[in-house]
């Protein structure tokens, strides 16, 4: 599948869309980035006049593109895929947080695919920023599957 | 016998993926994994890859399909471990 495609499929839109761009994506894993716009909700609240990318959302950054891009492209390449009725969850979380990121930073995600079985994708997860630092890391689980399969 | 080393096997194999309201003494048979032992469709993938390992046998989609209840997948085991042994 297309990496345009697959932005296509993401079931976010902005002030909760976590992905700009995908630069490579194969059945292992995906790299992505997605540059973070000072006018962002959150960063008036997160901090009180010290605006910071809270942790949850770096998570949700590594898990749009680590777990949602590249469930969507395994599906895409199982036998009769149909993506028109997309559902994720987000099952299970564990991550280690090292840099802050500011308003109007860019970061990069990669993620390596621990497993995909029966619709569950985990995987590992590491995101950069622009000077190649480690910002956090972690383990990363959701579930993603076509809704009109039934279960 | 073997089916009842096997069930306690599966019973040992669920067990961490209870709620904490659910003690292992609460899963018989006929439980149903999502609606009786509130274990999420997420942790019942867990359960299915350690149930695989401990097994040393693979499921497929329509083995996770059928597999709602304990007894579902002692079936699926029997089946599975004794087209093996053959």
């Known amino acids: ?151 | 016998m073997k089916e009842e080393k096997y069930y306690q096997q599966l019973k040992g194999i669920v067990k961490p993926y209870l709620p904490e309201d659910i003690s292992v003494d609460d899963i018989s048979p006929d439980s149903h994994f999502i609606n009786e032992l509130n274990i999420n469709s997420a942790n019942l993938v867990d359960i299915v890859l350690d149930v695989e390992d401990a097994f040393e046998i693979t499921l497929e989609n329509d083995d996770m399909d059928e597999m709602q209840t304990v007894n579902d997948a002692m079936a699926i085991i029997n089946k599975k471990r004794s087209s093996k042994e053959q």
Do not use: W
């Open chain 1, 1 to 151: 599948m297309e990496i345009n495609k697959i932005l296509e499929k993401l079931p976010y839109s902005k002030q909760f869309l976590f992905v700009d761009s995908l630069s490579n994506i194969d059945e292992n894993g995906v790299t992505g980035s997605f540059h973070f716009c000072e006018d962002l909700e959150f960063y008036k609240g997160h901090f009180k006049q010290f605006p910071v990318t809270p942790g949850v959302i770096l998570t949700e950054c590594c898990a749009q593109i680590g777990l949602v891009c590249l469930g969507i492209f395994l599906l895409s390449e199982e036998p009769d895929s149909n993506l028109d009725n997309l559902t994720v969850a987000f099952s299970g979380s564990e991550m280690e947080f090292y840099l802050p990121v500011y308003p109007g930073e860019t970061v990069f995600v990669h993620s390596e695919k621990d497993y995909f079985r029966f619709n569950k994708l985990k995987c590992k997860v590491k995101m950069y920023n622009t000077s190649k630092e480690l910002v956090c890391k972690g383990e990363l689980a959701g579930m993603i599957k076509n809704s009109a399969n039934g279960r």
